[in-house]
């Protein structure tokens, strides 16, 4: 059925007036009761009482208002919505995600920020490690990826990468520790302390450069627990066990027992880099992408 006839048979049914109409469709009284006889031959319905001063619904013609009514409401929303996807206002956006890209508070912003802009667009959220985002992203499961490993460590045929934020890596010290009163700590107030530090996968340093830094300061570090999220860490640095190193946004979510102090002569810096295909994105991926500036890695 033609969607402009039932547009005609509203507006006069509406107002019960083929001359008011016309002129509210902006067409001549002629063309238009043309047009409604037409859809009545078309359904085989009498929709109209004609009298001389006015025309009345009938039975049928109520019910079929009542039904264009409603058609005509969706057809509109659907031409909208084709329109916002058009322009790349609706759709799903897949985002993967590190803990650490998340807890920086980074994501967050530009998660409420993409939000308010594109409120009709669907976010999803998946939390994983940096190798499966690779992956992910690579077979269109994700649109875009956070990852906190360096993308040279991995095989990134099809994707591009780009380093979205920097962060240098703090001491955090319990605060029933004497070193939390320290201003400065000197390489020698760390003898004999004990040390909690991430697991490889998840730690701002790599095990060598670690050692490497320590013996270049001039002690060496007991390390008495590697564990495999920065939570753990705080949690058993706040329980006294150590001290531990870890990248400076934990601070947001740290037990305010903690201390944080950045050691000058430890220039450890963690990075976190936003993977995505080449080619192929979508208009929502565009947009997320378009909020970080382009530090893209070859």
Same mark, same amino acid.
């Given at each position: 059925?033609?969607?402009?006839?039932?547009?005609?048979?509203?507006?006069?049914?509406?107002?019960?007036? !083929?001359?008011?109409?016309?002129?509210?469709?902006?067409?001549?009284?002629?063309?238009?009761?043309?047009?409604?006889?037409?859809?009545?031959?078309?359904?085989?319905?009498?929709?109209?009482?004609?009298?001389?001063?006015?025309?009345?619904?009938?039975?049928?013609?109520?019910?079929?208002?009542?039904?264009?009514?409603?058609?005509?409401?969706?057809?509109?929303?659907?031409?909208?919505?084709?329109?916002?996807?058009?322009?790349?206002?609706?759709?799903?956006?897949?985002?993967?995600?590190?803990?650490?890209?998340?807890?920086?508070?980074?994501?967050?912003?530009?998660?409420?920020?993409?939000?308010?802009?594109?409120?009709?667009?669907?976010?999803?959220?998946?939390?994983?490690?940096?190798?499966?985002?690779?992956?992910?992203?690579?077979?269109?499961?994700?649109?875009?990826?956070?990852?906190?490993?360096?993308?040279?460590?991995?095989?990134?045929?099809?994707?591009?990468?780009?380093?979205?934020?920097?962060?240098?890596?703090?001491?955090?010290?319990?605060?029933?520790?004497?070193?939390?009163?320290?201003?400065?700590?000197?390489?020698?107030?760390?003898?004999?302390?004990?040390?909690?530090?991430?697991?490889?996968?998840?730690?701002?340093?790599?095990?060598?450069?670690?050692?490497?830094?320590?013996?270049?300061?001039?002690? !060496?570090?007991?390390?008495?627990?590697? !564990?495999?999220?920065?939570?753990?860490?705080?949690?058993?640095?706040?329980?006294?066990?150590?001290?531990?190193?870890?990248?400076?946004?934990?601070?947001?979510?740290?037990?305010?027992?903690?201390?944080?102090?950045?050691?000058?002569?430890?220039?450890?810096?963690?990075?976190?880099?936003?993977?995505?295909?080449?080619?192929?994105?979508?208009?929502?991926?565009?947009?997320?992408?378009?909020?970080?500036?382009?530090?893209?890695?070859?």
């Amino acid at each position: 059925m033609d969607l402009r006839l039932l547009e005609y048979f509203v507006a006069v049914a509406e107002l019960e007036h !083929v001359g008011k109409a016309a002129e509210r469709l902006h067409i001549s009284q002629s063309p238009l009761s043309r047009q409604i006889r037409q859809l009545e031959k078309e359904l085989k319905l009498e929709l109209f009482v004609r009298e001389r001063q006015r025309i009345r619904l009938t039975e049928s013609g109520r019910w079929l208002l009542n039904q264009a009514q409603g058609l005509l409401k969706h057809s509109e929303k659907i031409r909208g919505e084709a329109e916002q996807r058009a322009r790349g206002h609706v759709g799903t956006l897949s985002v993967a995600f590190t803990s650490a890209a998340m807890w920086s508070g980074m994501l967050p912003k530009l998660l409420c920020r993409f939000q308010n802009e594109f409120p009709d667009a669907t976010v999803e959220l998946h939390n994983m490690r940096s190798a499966a985002q690779v992956e992910a992203v690579r077979s269109g499961r994700a649109d875009i990826g956070f990852i906190s490993v360096s993308p040279a460590a991995n095989e990134i045929e099809g994707i591009e990468a780009a380093c979205v934020s920097e962060e240098p890596a703090m001491l955090v010290i319990p605060g029933s520790n004497p070193l939390s009163r320290k201003r400065r700590i000197a390489p020698r107030d760390l003898h004999g302390i004990r040390w909690i530090l991430l697991s490889e996968s998840r730690a701002p340093e790599k095990p060598d450069q670690f050692f490497a830094a320590c013996e270049r300061a001039g002690f !060496v570090p007991h390390v008495v627990q590697r !564990v495999a999220e920065p939570i753990t860490l705080l949690a058993l640095v706040a329980g006294a066990l150590g001290v531990g190193l870890i990248r400076s946004s934990a601070r947001n979510y740290a037990p305010r027992s903690l201390k944080f102090q950045v050691l000058p002569w430890f220039s450890f810096t963690t990075r976190t880099y936003m993977i995505r295909p080449i080619g192929g994105r979508t208009p929502l991926a565009e947009a997320f992408a378009a909020y970080l500036p382009p530090r893209w890695v070859s």
